[in-house]
């Protein structure tokens, strides 16, 4: 009785000092992250360490921005010989999750309060021109492809955007709206919005006036 009494206590110890452990590195990378994320990014910002960012001149930061892990935040100034002048913005109060990539060779904005889910895509630009007179040529290696930059994303405020979700060049996402989670946007979503599927159409809105989330079969 007494030797499975000792046992036990000295199995519980292992599991304090291991919680403990765990712990102090959950500690001490929160503390590196504040540390580094000041140092790189200015006040306010809170960035994980195994997020990269690229082309941090172009980018600018207005306020509060806590950005999870493995996040890939690019503002691309060059890319086969051509120069770009991205400018990617940061409002207030804006949450990214892990896993997010924003590409930006033009403007990409986001909004104050903009609250991002994990595994999201969002561009300015593609690798290849489809439409118009001046195409590009299918065996010409996609890499080596003029970047099609002449399109901005512009995210407003407030808004929601669900996981997996990809916003595509030239879209436009209005204040205080939602995207539901695997959504493409391919267009212009309006403000107070909810917009869902590939591509992402708009299923609900909110009404003002009754302030109810009314479905757009009933609008």
Request: charged fraction near 20%.
């Amino acid at each position: 009785m007494l030797q499975r009494l000792v046992k036990k206590i000295n199995n519980q110890l292992k599991v304090i000092d291991l919680e403990g452990i765990i712990g102090v590195g959950i500690v001490c990378r929160r503390i590196y992250n504040k540390f580094r994320s000041k140092v790189l990014f200015g006040r306010g910002v809170y960035i994980d360490f195994t997020t990269v960012v690229r082309g941090r001149k172009h980018i600018t930061f207005n306020g509060r921005l806590l950005v999870g892990k493995y996040c890939r935040i690019e503002a691309i100034s060059e890319n086969n010989g051509v120069k770009y002048n991205p400018n990617l913005v940061f409002g207030k109060n804006v949450r990214m999750n892990d896993f997010v990539h924003i590409g930006c060779t033009n403007f990409v904005s986001l909004g104050d309060d903009c609250l991002l889910a994990s595994k999201i895509y969002i561009t300015d630009h593609n690798h290849g021109i489809y439409i118009g007179t001046n195409q590009s040529n299918a065996m010409e290696p996609v890499v080596h492809r003029v970047v099609n930059n002449d399109r901005s994303v512009i995210i407003g405020k407030n808004v929601w955007i669900g996981e997996n979700v990809t916003v595509l060049p030239g879209v436009i996402i209005g204040n205080n709206s939602i995207i539901g989670a695997n959504a493409v946007v391919t267009k212009t979503i309006p403000e107070n919005s909810i917009a869902v599927g590939n591509p992402a159409q708009v299923v609900k809105q909110f009404n003002l006036d009754t302030k109810i989330w009314d479905s757009c079969n009933d609008l």
